[in-house]
């Protein structure tokens, strides 16, 4: 089976999945399950956009109020955290579009979360046009993903 023929297999299964359920979490720890079963990539998660402590906003310790903050996910510990702007997730964020990284340990700033990783995709999750959370998976192999992973990752969409 090819890639792109188990991308076409398991979309109606995560779209029978979602389409009936509104709560948020729930339907992203069902994709990651199913990406994450279906592929067996290293680490599959999402990070969601949420307003930073306020603590650190009173201290001025960065002009952006929001960070990325770990959520469903599968695989090993994961970073908890993620600025705007930094590591790839961060930057996907920033910059509103998919990033592919082939070797992870080349990307400038890359946020080390496990050294088992080596190749990474983002895929940023918008609703109403604005990015609220951003996909994240992770592969122990250099090159991993592809325009095909980014085509199909891209039509994920949480709700219906």
């Known amino acids: 089976m090819t890639k792109e023929s188990t991308y076409q297999s398991l979309f109606p299964q995560i779209q029978s999945l979602i389409s009936s359920e509104t709560d948020l ?10 990406l994450h079963n279906t592929f067996h990539f290293w680490w599959t998660g999402f990070y969601i956009v949420k307003e930073k402590p306020k603590f650190e906003i009173i201290n001025h310790q960065s002009s952006i109020n929001q960070e ?3 959520g469903p996910f599968q695989g090993p510990i ?7 702007g930094k590591g790839v ?4 964020w920033q910059q509103n579009k ?7 340990h080349e990307f400038p700033g890359h946020i080390a979360c496990s050294s088992a990783s080596k190749s990474e995709i983002v895929v940023p999750i918008r609703q109403n046009g604005e990015v609220i959370a951003v996909l994240d998976i992770d592969s122990k192999d250099y090159n991993s993903f592809d325009e095909i992973d980014k085509n199909y ?3 994920i969409q949480l709700f219906n």
């Open 153 to 155: 990752l891209e039509q």
């Open 89 to 92: 997730c961060g930057t996907a």
């Open 68 to 70: 990325l903050v770990l």
């Open 98 to 104: 998919t990033l592919i990284v082939p070797n992870v």
């Open 25 to 34: 979490i729930a339907n992203m720890a069902n994709i990651v399950a199913a």
């Open 78 to 84: 994961a970073c908890t955290r993620i600025p705007f």
